[in-house]
C-alpha cells in the first residue's frame, strides 16, 4: 500500500489509471462499512460510489490534518448515517410506493445482508444481532461496527468521528448493554 | 455466557461482503463522465467574464453621460419661463408685479 502523499499527488495529476487504483485499494473497506452500517446491499452501493466521488472532488482541499483513510471512512460514515435519516424520513406512503415501485415490481426494503465472518451454525442468533444494531441509535451503531466489525481501535474510531476517546467508550458501552438488553430474551428466553 | 459476547467471539471480522459486480469501472467512469468542465478551457470563461464587465461598465457610463445630457437640457427649458421672457421684453427687474400694476 502506498503512502497517502502517493495517492494524493496520483489523483490529482487526472490519471485515470490513478482513480482505478485508488477505488480498488479502498473499496471493499468502503462498501463493507457502509454495508454493515445500512444492511443493504444496494444502498451500500450506492454510498460507496458518493464517497468516491466526493473524494474526486475534494481532493485539492484535503488538507492532510487525519490520515486519507479516516478521512475516507468519516466521509463514509456520514453518507451512511444521511441514508438512513433519508430513510426514516420517507413517509408511510413513500415507502408503499416504493415497496411494489412504479413498474409494478417489487423493491428491496428489508435487510438483506449478514456479515460473511458470521458462522452458519449461529446465522440465527447473527441475524438476531445484526436487527438489534439496526435499532440502536445512529451514533452507538457507527462507534460499535468500527470496533466490532472494522477492528478500527477507539482511538482511530475517535478521529474518524470527530469526537474523543472517552466519548467512543461511553457511546460502546450503551451500545454493548442496549444490544445485551435485546438479545438475552431472544436467545435465551430470560432476561439475564 | 453472555450471548453478545458468545456471538462476537465466534464471529470474524476479517471477511469482507464482496463488492458488486464492476464497481471499481463504474465508480471511474462515472466520475469521468461527470466533470465535464475540467475539459473545457478555462481561458474562454475569464474570456466571457472580462467581456461581461466591459460591456457593464460601457453601458453604465453611457447611462451617466445621458443622464447629464437630460439634466443640462432641463436646465436649459427651466430659464426661459413667462416671466423670463417679460424681463427680457421689457427690461422688468424688481418682478412681473410691477408690469402688471402700470398697465391696470
Not at chain 1, 68 to 87: A, C, E, F, G, P
Not at chain 2, 47 to 72: E, H, M, P, R
Not at chain 2, 84 to 96: C, D, K, P
Amino acid at each position: 500500500m502506498k503512502a497517502d502523499a502517493e495517492y494524493i499527488a496520483e489523483l490529482k495529476s487526472n490519471d485515470r489509471k490513478a482513480y482505478a487504483e485508488f477505488v480498488g485499494v479502498f473499496a471493499s473497506g468502503i462498501y463493507n462499512v457502509a454495508l454493515n452500517i445500512l444492511q443493504r446491499r444496494e444502498e451500500a452501493e450506492e454510498v460507496a460510489q458518493d464517497v468516491f466521488i466526493k473524494v474526486f472532488q475534494s481532493i485539492d482541499s484535503f488538507d492532510g490534518s487525519c490520515s486519507l483513510k479516516t478521512w475516507l471512512y468519516r466521509i463514509t460514515v456520514n453518507k451512511s448515517l444521511d441514508m438512513l435519516r433519508q430513510r426514516k424520513r420517507k413517509t408511510p406512503w413513500t415507502v408503499f410506493v416504493n415497496l411494489f415501485g412504479e413498474d409494478g415490481e417489487e423493491k428491496e426494503t428489508a435487510v438483506d445482508f449478514v456479515h460473511p465472518g458470521i458462522q452458519m451454525e449461529k446465522k440465527e442468533e447473527a441475524e438476531i444481532l445484526l436487527a438489534a444494531i439496526d435499532k440502536l441509535p445512529e451514533r452507538q451503531r457507527t462507534v460499535f461496527i468500527l470496533y466490532q466489525f472494522e477492528d478500527m481501535s477507539y482511538k482511530e474510531i475517535a478521529s474518524t468521528l470527530e469526537t474523543s476517546v472517552s466519548a467512543v467508550d461511553s457511546l460502546m458501552s450503551r451500545a454493548k448493554k442496549q444490544l445485551r438488553e435485546q438479545l438475552n430474551p431472544l436467545v435465551y428466553g430470560s432476561v439475564r | 455466557m453472555d450471548p453478545l459476547d458468545e456471538l462476537l467471539k465466534t464471529f470474524d471480522h476479517t471477511k469482507r461482503a464482496p463488492l458488486p459486480e464492476g464497481f471499481e469501472a463504474k465508480v471511474v467512469n462515472k466520475w469521468f463522465e461527470m466533470r465535464p468542465e475540467k475539459k473545457t478551457y478555462p481561458f474562454l470563461r475569464y474570456a466571457v467574464a472580462a467581456c461581461l464587465i466591459i460591456c457593464t461598465s460601457l453601458n453604465i457610463y453611457y447611462l451617466s453621460v445621458q443622464a447629464d445630457v437630460a439634466a443640462d437640457v432641463t436646465a436649459a427649458t427651466t430659464d426661459s419661463t413667462f416671466e423670463t421672457e417679460l424681463i427680457n421684453e421689457y427690461g422688468l427687474t424688481a418682478g412681473t408685479d410691477a408690469y402688471y400694476s402700470s398697465i391696470e
